[in-house]
């Protein structure tokens, strides 16, 4: 079992760095066209993996509260969107493409905040996975290892782009393809590392898996409302993110029916 959760939670951190790979064989920055694509479909592949992975096996493992069953997964998604706004608040970063910084004041430059923006955005991908493998392991719930793997590859399949998201412009800015590489990385280590404590936490309390996967469901959608909505959305209107986001929910709601 050690093993399984150990490839679940390096699983989506490999799709972060085969993306920022790309720095290596493309030679431009990404086109907006393209970036949006890329990010209606992680915000599809979040919101199906958040209710269909995370807030339903919630729901199903306090079925015995009868009508009340829907309390646990009511409070762990608050909690996680509360979670969120506080990083959001005090963290500091930079979207892309967006020259307004939020979060605490600091003095870092434009590229670490930048990393440091998808690092935020990957911190409940890692938590999301965590808590998968977590219930898995003490055998919560209705959690095979197939919705588990279901999970994993679907945060891997959308952080492929993720990854290239953040080493492109980066290369773009002027650093090396080497360095850019290594901070794409660097930004999809949180995943493995919030993967693991997550696993350890809940571990330790199991009767409270049902908070801990709408916790981790509330913190990727307040991800994907903050962020990936608004910047698939940005500038000239275009359906080409939509239609990315309806690509990327039914793609995760397939693996999660098929390998579930």
């Known amino acids: 079992m050690t093993k399984t959760i150990v490839a679940g939670l390096l699983i989506p951190f490999i799709g972060t760095s085969a993306g920022a790979a790309c720095v290596f064989f493309l030679k431009k920055d990404l086109r907006i066209s393209v970036q949006r694509a890329l990010t209606g479909f992680a915000a599809g592949v979040m919101v199906a993996a958040s209710i269909w992975s995370l807030i339903v096996p919630a729901i199903d493992q306090s079925a015995d509260k009868g009508r009340w069953a829907f309390v646990p997964a009511f409070i762990g998604f608050w909690f996680g969107i509360l979670f969120l706004l506080l990083l959001d608040e005090i963290i500091p970063h930079l979207h892309r493409n967006i020259n307004q910084t939020e ?10 905040m930048m990393v440091l923006a998808v690092t935020l955005h990957n911190i409940p991908e890692g938590m999301a996975v965590g808590v998968v493998y977590a219930g898995l392991a003490n055998g919560s719930g209705n959690i095979t290892s197939g ?3 279901a999970l994993a ?5 959308q952080n492929f782009p993720e990854g290239a998201i953040i080493s492109m412009p980066l290369f773009a800015e002027g650093k090396s393809k080497r360095k850019s590489f290594w901070l794409g990385v660097l930004s999809g280590a949180v995943e493995p590392l919030f ?6 936490v809940a571990g330790l309390v199991v009767p409270a898996m049902p908070y801990f996967l709408s916790f981790a469901a509330g913190a990727m959608l307040y991800v994907v409302v903050e962020e990936l909505i608004p910047e698939m959305s940005a500038g000239k209107h275009s359906n080409i993110g939509v239609v990315s986001f309806a690509i990327g929910f039914s793609l995760m709601m397939a693996l999660d029916v098929a390998l579930g």
């Open 147 to 149: 919705a588990a793997m």
């Open 153 to 157: 590859l679907g945060i891997a399949i």
């Open 195 to 200: 993967g693991a404590l997550t696993v350890i």
């Open 103 to 112: 979060g605490l004041e600091s003095r870092l430059t434009r590229i670490v």
